[in-house]
């Protein structure tokens, strides 16, 4: 079993930038990969990014490409989200997730953490 938790999110002017962070604990010897997803009310649930566990490679939505970052730290099971000029439409629940294998998905989540964006 893997556990994710994450922290990092809040309220936040629009313009500004805020940093997630997401900790992975149990099994992680397996991990092919790990990602952040949103989801905003009465939206559902959009991927955001997510990073390649062993070469760091890594992938965006096209809504957040050139605002957002995403990093890892192989050695302590961590991965961040660096959110950088943030919109109003960015406000969401945003979740940190983890998968095992290339084919299986992102099958573990965390709890989630609240963004908000002020206009």
């Known amino acids: 079993q893997v556990q994710l938790v994450e922290s990092g999110g809040g309220l936040v002017q629009a313009g500004g930038s805020m940093r997630l962070s997401c900790a992975a604990s149990g099994r992680t010897f397996s991990t092919y990969a790990m990602g952040w997803f949103r989801q905003a009310p009465g939206k559902e649930r959009e991927f955001v990014a997510s990073?390649?566990?062993?070469?760091?490679?890594?992938y965006f939505a096209d809504s957040v490409k050139r605002r957002f970052a995403i990093s890892r730290d192989y050695a302590k099971n961590m991965v961040w989200l660096q959110a950088y000029n943030l919109k109003p439409e960015d406000t969401a629940v945003y979740y940190c997730a983890l998968a095992g294998t290339p084919s299986g998905g992102f099958d573990t989540w965390g709890q989630g953490t609240q963004v908000t964006v002020a206009s």
């Open positions: 990073v390649n566990w062993t070469d760091a490679s890594t």
